[in-house]
């Protein structure tokens, strides 16, 4: 009988480590430092981490044979987890691009929005360029489902064989292109989701084996020992790599060719009863490994907007000083992130899950509202307001919805919050346009158009409210007639 599994606050600590590679890669691989430690920079394998402990996490919560699997549930955790934090970050990307914000083609913003952009080349780099991974992580999320559902049906030891076959046939198929097939694409490659499923997929057999096996007792010493072994294994292949030759590259050593030793090291850890896990389920670690997630995905816009910072004010600061300050100060900007954003944001969306129905319609009526208004004030001269209309409609949407935010309409829903955050949206988008248009961005400053999106914003907002009520209240109803 399945026991419900303990949270493993160990694990959790282990993902601000590899976090902390990837913050080192993107900032410190080149200081001579990291040259003579280039485990510790080793980002990219350490991506490969993050989705074997992805799978194994999933596994221990989903893991339920004989139980119905609650996709609505499902699909609002998974969207909660990542999603506000994600386009948090992505605001404070288009921040640091504001000045050719308007010019980036609509392509490239909605992958990026949609979390497809690891699909295709082109995308993949484009904005944050740690995203990419999330591309990846929403697509193991959207397979997950259905994955789990068909692993309940079979034994635990077909599910591990599953999970190594699909990783040796991935490694083989992967090295074969990238030798004599595809070398120049090796960003396709690299990116691409399917070929870091099987990091995944190890990662979910490797969650399965232990929810049917959490209650066995084992050896810690033999324990100790395949923990210690995996994690020099790891750490001596990483150093050594730049002085082996084309193997372990030619094998995906950054696309889950360590998967396995990655696996053993979560399983190590998971049934780990020493000193080791004990100290790793530490307070001060554990918040560390709770605000991994933001330090992962905010640590790229945070160094930008810093250097943008020291470019306007004209300082200069050599990139071993700038290393000193950037990394400690983006772990604690993390840690009040988590504590004041994606925590908060989260539990609120699981609480009041209609909520998010509202906002995806009310972005999508800002959305609207803005097309119209250009299109009844220049009808067909739009081709000479191209980027005004551009970004107007990628800062409008972002300053209305924060400001209903901050007025508290998601909670009370009353015509005073939504008159306040309308007010304030409209007001900040004029300043910013005329901003953006003496500055260059921008061809003209539309003020009429301005002051018709903020009166469309409202009406349609306002008179939205009751027919999505009425809505939700038939759909309820019926559900509890059926």
């Known amino acids: 009988m399945l026991q419900e599994t303990k949270k493993l606050d160990q694990l959790t600590t282990t993902r601000f480590i590899a976090a902390l590679s990837v913050v080192l890669f993107h900032s410190a691989r080149n200081l001579d430092i990291f040259k003579f430690l280039p485990m510790l920079t080793a980002g990219p394998a350490a991506v490969s981490y993050f989705y074997v402990l992805s799978g194994f996490v999933m596994a221990l919560v989903y893991y339920r044979p004989g139980k119905p699997f609650i996709f609505s549930k499902y699909w609002l955790a998974r969207f909660s987890r990542i999603y506000p934090v994600y386009i948090f970050s992505f605001i404070l990307t288009c921040l640091y691009y504001i000045e050719i914000l308007s010019k980036i083609k609509p392509d490239k913003v909605l992958a990026n929005i949609f979390l497809y952009q690891a699909w295709f080349p082109r995308y993949a780099q484009t904005f944050n360029i740690a995203a990419w991974s999330l591309s990846v992580e929403t697509f193991f999320y959207m397979l997950f489902p259905f994955l789990i559902i068909f692993l309940a049906r079979q034994p635990v030891k077909r599910v591990i064989w599953i999970s190594l076959v699909f990783w040796g046939v991935s490694q083989v198929i992967h090295s074969t292109l990238m030798i004599g097939f595809m070398p120049e694409k090796k960003y396709l490659l690299a990116y691409f989701p399917i070929f870091h499923l099987n990091a995944f997929l190890l990662g979910v057999a490797g969650g399965i084996w232990y929810v049917v096996n959490s209650e066995q007792k084992i050896n810690q010493f033999k324990n100790q020992i395949l923990f210690w072994s995996s994690l020099v294994f790891i750490l001596l292949i990483l150093s050594l790599r730049g002085f082996l030759p084309s193997f372990p590259q030619s094998f995906s050593l950054d696309e889950g060719l360590l998967a396995p030793f990655f696996l053993i090291i979560v399983l190590a850890l998971a049934m780990d009863a020493t000193y080791l ?138 015509w005073r919050s939504l008159s306040l955050a309308i007010l304030a949206g409209g007001v900040s988008l004029t300043m910013f346009i005329y901003f953006a248009w003496i500055s260059g961005w921008v061809e003209s400053f539309p003020r009429s158009i301005l002051l018709l999106i903020s009166i469309l914003v409202f009406v349609s907002i306002y008179l939205s409210r009751p027919l999505i009520q009425y809505i939700n209240a038939r759909l309820i109803s019926r559900t509890k007639f059926i």
């Not at 900007?333 to 995806?360: G, H, N, Q």
């Open 277 to 414: 896990s004990h100290g790793l389920r530490h307070p001060w670690l554990v918040l560390l490994g709770e605000s991994s997630y933001a330090l992962y995905i905010l640590h790229v816009p945070f160094r930008w907007l810093f250097e943008r910072y020291l470019e306007l004010t004209g300082s200069a600061l050599a990139n071993g000083v700038m290393v000193i300050i950037y990394v400690p100060a983006s772990i604690i900007l993390c840690i009040l992130v988590y504590k004041y954003i994606e925590r908060p944001s989260r539990d609120w969306l699981r609480t009041y899950p209609l909520a998010l129905l509202f906002m995806m319609v009310d972005i999508s009526l800002i959305f609207i509202m803005v097309k119209l208004s250009f299109l009844i004030r220049v009808g067909n001269e739009i081709d000479g307001y191209i980027r005004t209309q551009n970004l107007t409609l990628r800062v409008g949407i972002v300053l209305f919805f924060v400001f209903m935010i901050v007025f508290h309409f998601y909670t009370n829903h009353s």
